[in-house]
Structure formats: C-alpha cells, structure tokens
C-alpha cells in the first residue's frame, strides 16, 4: 500500500510558475522502483495525463500541451515526485493528482497508474 501527498498548488496569474511535490510513503513501497506520474482534472472535463518519469528517472514524458513548460522530476532519496509547471495559462487550471504504477521497474511510457493522491488544486487567473 502506497499513500501520496501533493503539496505546492494555489493561485498564480497566467505566465507565473508553480512547483508541484508528492511524498509518497508505504512500508512496503520502494518507491525508487516505481514509475511516476502527474494527471489533471478541470471541471467538468475527464482526468488527464500531464507527465510521466521512469522508475529510473531516465526517461520523462509528457502531453502535447505541457510540452516545453512542465519539467517532471524525482528525488529517490526523499519519496518525492515534482511538477515544476512554467509558463501557466488559465487552461491548465485543475486539480492535479500524483500517480504510482501498479509494478516496479517499468521502462517506457507504458504506464498502468494504480496509487492515487487526494491532488491539489492549481488556479491560473488570465
């Protein structure tokens, strides 16, 4: 069982940045083992992938539309995930979730997200 928290969300003006984190903790998750991920929601709209990283950081995906603004990150040695998000428009106003893969040591952008956080809302004012 992996537990994750997001933290870092708020309210920014359209061309600010903001940096997301997501701790992740479980007794029995080595989380240096899993591929990463950051998904969105804006209302009224189905959740989307926003960014992925390889359980060896190695290898770093991301959407079309965050492409060149969002850089995903991970610090093995903290449990931590991050977002750092520039160059923020209103549409990429959401609620942002933090994602663990279902098996370890996944290569590729062949992601299965099974672990959820709670997210944390992020709110660009135009």
């Known amino acids: 069982q992996v537990q994750l928290v997001e933290s870092g969300g708020g309210l920014v003006q359209a061309g600010g940045s903001l940096r997301l984190s997501c701790a992740a903790s479980?007794?029995?998750?080595?989380?240096?083992?899993?591929?990463m991920g950051w998904f969105r929601q804006a209302p009224g709209k189905e959740r989307e992938f926003v960014a992925g990283i390889t359980w060896s950081g190695g290898s770093t995906y991301y959407a079309d539309s965050v492409k060149g603004r969002f850089t995903i990150s991970r610090d093995n040695a903290k449990n931590t995930v991050y977002l750092q998000m520039n160059s923020l428009k209103p549409d990429d106003t959401a609620v942002y979730y933090c994602?663990?893969?279902?098996?370890?040591?996944?290569?590729?952008?062949?992601?299965?997200?099974?672990?959820w956080g709670q997210g944390t809302q992020v709110t660009v004012s135009s």
């Open positions: 994602a663990a893969d279902r098996a370890p040591y996944r290569d590729g952008k062949n992601f299965d997200f099974g672990s």
């Open positions: 479980g007794r029995t998750f080595a989380f240096g083992f899993y591929a």
